[in-house]
């Protein structure tokens, strides 16, 4: 408990440099690196003790149990921030980004440690809120960026109204059809897929950096939130639940795989990125090991490499990035995809076909990407600054060769 | 006969909510929807589980109005910055498409109430308002021109879950349920006088 405190409070500090220090970049650097130090000390606490995950949903408040695959995805996210802020140029998060980003990444964490559907639908409806907030102010009043505003109110609606009907909560029966709607209409309003998978025409309004809040802190928040009420839910409601995930999942990595084959260099990558959350939803839906390493390979994939995959970016951390992106054996995103057609195979050879085009389409994105990486107009020489970066984007080259119980001790999970 | 009106007061809140426009209709929907759904959970919560629903609601009323007279809080604007207006056509007004959508979801709201067990209500009518007043933040968030309907849209979802809640099982459920409704009062206040982002008819 107070290792817990202690690093709550120094991470406020923190929080008060990053805010206080405007754009500079030292003491940027200097605030982040703080930031992960202490969220280490915290996580190292979480991660010491044994904290089973609740077995079902509880009424009311619920109470808070940390699991330490919680702490791992959430420490991880925020390390990515750092890494993101030390080799960002001037395009990158600013300071309100930053402290905005890290108070937000505590009510992800939070709603992911309930087992109340209330406390996770005041949470998640926050998180994704103060987001909409942000990207209005940003873009101005752009229509496409209503589609991130409903996204955040359908997603507290349906925890909401799930919370009144769930049968372990409440007295008396829904149908399971009916709770496995609305808890699917929660996850996928998070994760951003089919039929609220609006956000990736709202990235190019916004700017490449605005995207961290997306790969970075939503879509692990929306993975999460899916492996956990499939997990906390009774098999009758489970059942639909992960059905409608599976195929909606798929729906939407068949869709935006082939948005960013045919569409322009310019929005491609976020596509890209909502095609992967299509794989990771389908891949958490198939509820076995392999689906689950695969949402977590996919993630691990875009943490690494999504920062050098914007359209400003120079084209040698935008080459390393796609190839480790693209599907291309034995580099991260091939190994993630193998995975989730590994996971569909029990389920259904049509599911794993269609996995396998989404996969094709993927990778013809991501060749599309490589060939205009190495147009002349993108050439530009590399900063000082931007080694860090490359070096993360190298890093999706080297995920594919490292034992998926690496990725499973980085995230804290322990099958 | 009481089950009935107090239902039927239920769904004519809901109603209110569903056609109302601008940031004035914004405050009759949440004291409407207050007093209405107030009045469904009395059934089986008493005077406190009225009170919970109808002071949120009226507190939300009185506080819409209030800010509507500080011109100089302007929260809408601090939150979202200035939000010019796009024209849109459309082929029906908003009001006309809530209520075709409106006319649907009664339907819905009709044929689903009868599969749902309140805990120990089994009439339908009070479970139909609480499901129609959900219909209801459905069909504003989908239909919702800028933010003001999507806050009042989570304020309907809200509530009637809030509502079902009350309607099941009163008992040591009334503090989070108030900490439920209170939470989403506070977006439906902050952004009551956000202006539109869309206009058109």
Redesign the interface.
């Given at each position: 408990m107070i290792w817990a405190l202690g690093a709550a409070g120094l991470a406020l500090a923190a929080l008060a440099v990053l805010l206080l220090g405007g754009r500079s970049r030292l003491v940027q650097i200097a605030g982040a690196l703080v930031f992960v130090a202490l969220g280490g000390a915290l996580a190292s606490h979480l991660l010491l003790l044994e904290h089973p995950a609740p077995a079902r949903l509880a009424?009311?408040?619920g109470a808070l149990s940390p699991t330490r695959i919680m702490a791992g995805i959430m420490l991880g996210a925020v390390a990515m921030l750092a890494l993101e802020i030390s080799s960002a140029g001037e395009g990158g998060p600013s300071a309100a980004a930053e402290a905005l980003f890290l108070i937000l990444s505590v009510a992800a964490a939070s709603a992911l440690c309930t087992n109340s559907l209330?406390v996770a639908?005041?949470l998640v409806?926050l998180l994704m809120?103060a987001v909409w907030?942000r990207w209005?102010?940003v873009a101005?009043?752009q229509?496409s960026v209503?589609s991130v505003?409903?996204q955040?109110?359908?997603a507290?609606?349906c925890l909401?109204?799930a919370?009144?009907?769930v049968p372990s909560v409440?007295?008396?029966?829904?149908?399971p059809l009916?709770e496995a709607i609305l808890l699917t209409g929660a996850v996928t309003a998070v994760l951003g897929v089919f039929p609220f998978s609006g956000w990736p025409g709202v990235i190019g309004r916004l700017g490449h950096s605005e995207l961290a809040f997306w790969r970075l802190l939503l879509l692990p928040t929306g993975a999460l939130l899916e492996a956990r009420l499939v997990a906390m839910t009774t098999s009758a409601v489970a059942s639909p639940m992960r059905e409608l995930l599976i195929g909606l999942g798929l729906a939407t990595a068949l869709f935006w795989g082939m948005r960013a084959l045919l569409g322009p260099d310019q929005g491609r990558y976020p596509r890209t990125l909502a095609c992967d959350g299509g794989l990771i939803c389908a891949g958490i839906g198939f509820g076995t090991l392999e689906g689950l390493s695969a949402a977590m390979v996919l993630l691990v994939c875009h943490w690494l490499g999504g920062a050098v995959l914007g359209p400003d970016e120079t084209s040698r951390p935008r080459l390393v990035g796609w190839i480790g992106m693209s599907g291309v054996p034995p580099f991260g995103g091939f190994t993630g995809r193998l995975l989730v057609v590994l996971a569909a195979t029990a389920f259904s050879p049509v599911v794993s076909g269609i996995l396998l085009l989404a996969s094709g389409l993927q990778l013809g994105a991501s060749a599309a990407a490589m060939r205009s990486s190495l147009s002349p107009r993108t050439a530009g020489a590399l900063r000082w600054s931007q080694v860090v970066a490359v070096a993360l984007a190298a890093g999706t080259l080297v995920l594919g060769v490292v034992p998926v119980t690496a990725v499973h001790l980085l995230m804290g999970f322990r099958p | 006969m009481t089950t009935g009106l107090l239902a039927a007061a239920g769904f004519v809140g809901s109603a209110v909510a569903l056609l109302s426009v601008g940031p004035r209709g914004l405050a009759a929907s949440a004291l409407a929807m207050g007093l209405g759904l107030g009045g469904v959970v009395s059934l089986t919560g008493g005077v406190p589980s009225f009170a919970v629903l109808g002071g949120v609601g009226g507190m939300a009323c009185l506080l819409i109005l209030a800010l509507g007279r500080l011109p100089v809080i302007a929260s809408a604007r601090w939150l979202l910055g200035n939000t010019p207006v796009v024209g849109r056509e459309r082929v029906f007004d908003v009001r006309s498409l809530r209520l075709l959508a409106g006319v649907g979801g009664l339907l819905a709201a009709r044929l689903l109430s009868g599969h749902l067990a309140a805990g120990t209500v089994s009439t339908q009518g009070p479970a139909f308002a609480c499901l129609f007043a959900w219909e209801v933040g459905v069909i504003r968030v989908a239909t919702g021109r800028g933010p003001s309907d999507l806050a009042m849209g989570a304020f309907c979802l809200a509530m009637g879950t809030a509502s079902f809640v009350l309607l099941s099982s009163a008992r040591g459920t009334l503090p989070w349920v108030s900490l439920m409704v209170a939470m989403a009062a506070v977006p439906l206040v902050l952004l009551a006088r956000s202006a539109p982002w869309e206009t058109g008819s």
């Open positions: 009424e009311g408040l209330v639908a005041g409806g809120g907030v209005q102010r101005g009043p229509l209503r505003a409903r955040a109110v359908v507290t609606g909401l109204g919370a009144a009907v409440r007295v008396g029966g829904a149908p009916l | -």
